[in-house]
């Protein structure tokens, strides 16, 4: 017998956005999902070291910063997570011999931090100028023991039942949401997954329409 999830639960937690919050940066963002909340600039294209040199593209930097200031293996995937995302996302052909710098600072974590880092570092690209492929929404869902699912749950949702059996962060394209980036712990059947992915690709919609809002505010404001 195939086990899928019971049912869904909750919606998106309010989202709030600041742009242009950083001087010294082409691009910042400050994104905030309920509570968890996370800043993020960018930087380029900038000269690139000979190291990372790639002829026909740019270079695609990403610098994590946790909230206490130390570096983790954690800290290390989620460099690589966003660095893979945003690279997808990004128009790289057309900055050959260049890098592009992404930092990103953890301001609090309380529950979905990976994805409102993804969220953040979009809408500092999309504040910076640079040529893209599509505008990237990440989500995160959580399963629980008893097979129901949890969208975008914070840190009390997510001690339910004694904590969930899996996480998902499901991050998807501003073109026809297809999934860009995918990353899961625990443990979970085919079915679940699925659903879990469609309950994402459900909410993504939403984060996509935000993104749209708060960029006309700012334009508005400053031109």
Known sequence: M???????FGKLRPLRCEL?????????????????????SVHGPVEVKLQNLQYDRSS???????????????????????RNT????????IYPRTAISLQLQEMEDRA???????????????????????????????????????????????????????????????VDQRTVAVHTDGKYTGDQFNQAQEVCRAASG????????SFKKYMKVYC
């Open 86 to 93: 945003c690279e997808s996302a990004l128009l790289t052909t």
């Open 60 to 82: 695609v930097e990403v610098f994590y910063k946790s909230k206490s200031g130390q570096q983790s293996v954690g800290d290390r995937f989620r460099e690589q997570y966003i």
């Open 112 to 174: 979905g931090l990976i994805a409102c880092a993804i969220n953040a570092a979009c809408m500092s690209l999309l504040h910076s100028g640079l040529h893209m492929r599509f505008l990237v929404a990440a989500v995160h869902c959580v399963l629980h023991p008893s097979g129901s699912i949890s969208l975008d749950p914070d840190v009390r949702a997510m001690a339910d039942g004694g904590g969930p059996k899996a996480s998902f962060t499901f991050a998807f394209d501003s």
């Open 2 to 8: 195939t086990e899928s999830a019971k049912e869904t």
């Open 206 to 213: 939403a984060i996509f329409n935000f993104y749209r809002s």
């Open 20 to 40: 242009d919050i950083l001087s010294r940066s082409d691009g910042s963002a400050l994104f905030a999902q309920g509570e968890t909340a996370v800043i993020a």
